[in-house]
């Protein structure tokens, strides 16, 4: 006998608006979960199935998965914050007061913003260490390696551009040390950091120039390049297996099932 | 005698959907086909449901973190008033920490414009793709060549007082050497290990210890005029 909830899902999933929006179909056959996966937009970027022995934590760590995670946070509680933040002089500092001491959950929604950014910092690098020491570089994933570098650096520009929003003297100072190197590329340096900052110091200008950067343009490198990211996963064959390559410790059993073991 | 191609051809039958198809299969066949038959589970729902559980555990982490620890908020910017040390963002510091021993267009420009070009280039040389232990194949000639890389960086290091990245590459030389006189025969699991490890992972290995040790440093052992202080005693 079928619970309430079940039932109530069994009816639901008959309804024409849901199989005109889910057309996987009713059931859980082979097929079924092969085509909702096929036919939504987002999920298709990922291959049907997936190696059993990469579905352990101890495979991947879930390293990639994390940092997508961090990165949906990120959205969530960076368009919230942005409903009470003006990105001008001196207003930005009183705005960010305002959420610690005002705003209903404000502090939570700031603190919560804060160590995610760290937090994906932290897991793209480890990602990153740990997709190297498994060897998933080599062909036919070198392209994805490179688009996973491009990742990273989006990542540290994402973080680094946030951190000024604050308009605290951490945030100013911090962006003042950082900016000022880029006065020290040949030739082009002092234009570079001009470009960078709207004027020749950390001022109004610039504080609006990085709050573009962190809200529109760099979210949307990110999932420009998250998708592709994704996609080559499918398209390269799946997550990386040691055995199935030429040339690494696979053609060598023993070594090999002992690396498993250890990792 | 015409010599015997790397291919062989086939015309697909099914021309009611596609005109004609040429099907060519090479003889180096693709290394996904090997493990075709391997046992594989459903991306839905299987894998996505643990994707999920995943990052569940990662969000109720940080949602206990950010009740217990506030962000950083000091006062307003100020830019008569500069405190000492200003420092970067943590990721940063390692760099900023370099900024320290060397010229601007050095740490600022050329290191970190090399590192990411390294990066980028991974995939693309032979060097990485190699997986057999570094000394496994002529041992004296590589522990010499890689004894003159080590040493060369340690004179350079010693030379610009660079003592923080110094003991680290000491650090990996050491090991080096143990790996050298180790084989993968060896009792000792530490030194098996170490037998068998590639060139890139000495390489990467090496980065990732002064990454860390850099990071560290400038995060807690700096303090004003970027002077050397102990975390435990401010």
Partial sequence: ?263 | MTPPKDFTATVGSDMRVSQRRVLFVTRRTSPQVKTYDEERVQTFPEVLIRALLAIECMVIALVLMSLLFNAPLEGIANPTNTPNPAKAPWYFLGLQEMLHYFPPVVAGVLIPGLLIIALIVIPYFDINIEAEGLFLKNRQQRLRLSMIVAGALTIFLWFFDVYVALAPTVFVAALLVLAAFSTPESPSRFRRYLALRPISWWIMTWFLIELFVLTAVGTYFRGPGWSWVWPWRS
């Fill in chain 1, 1 to 263: 006998m079928p619970s309430t909830i079940e039932t109530y899902f069994d009816k639901l999933e008959r309804t024409r608006m849901w199989r005109s929006i889910f057309r996987s179909g009713r059931g859980s056959s082979t097929l079924h979960n092969a085509l909702a996966i096929q036919q939504n937009v987002f999920l298709h970027l990922f291959p049907t199935k997936v190696r059993k022995r990469m579905v352990g934590l101890e495979a991947t760590w879930y390293l990639g998965t994390l940092t997508l995670g961090t990165f949906i946070i990120l959205v969530v509680t960076g368009v919230l914050l942005m409903l009470y933040y003006h990105p001008s002089v001196p207003q930005a500092y009183s705005d960010v007061k305002d959420l610690q001491f005002v705003v209903s959950s404000g502090l939570f929604l700031r603190n919560l913003h804060r160590w995610s950014a760290h937090a994906m910092v932290f897991l793209a690098f480890a990602h990153m260490f740990r997709v190297f020491y498994r060897g998933a570089y080599r062909a036919p994933r070198e392209f994805n390696w490179v688009v996973g570098v491009v990742l990273l650096l989006v990542t540290l520009l994402l973080s680094y551009t946030g951190y000024l929003l604050p308009w605290d003297q951490l945030a100013y100072w911090a962006i003042t040390v950082g900016t000022n190197i880029s006065s020290a590329v040949p030739l082009i340096g002092d234009k570079i950091h001009f470009l960078l900052l709207g004027g020749n110091q950390v001022n109004a200008n610039a504080l609006l120039r990085f709050y573009v950067l962190h809200c529109v343009i760099l979210p949307l490198t990110a999932v420009l390049f998250l998708a592709v990211h994704f996609w080559r996963i499918r398209k390269d064959g799946g997550l990386y297996v040691r055995e199935s390559e030429p040339g690494t410790a696979g053609a060598q059993p023993q070594p090999a099932s002992e690396e498993r073991k250890k990792l």
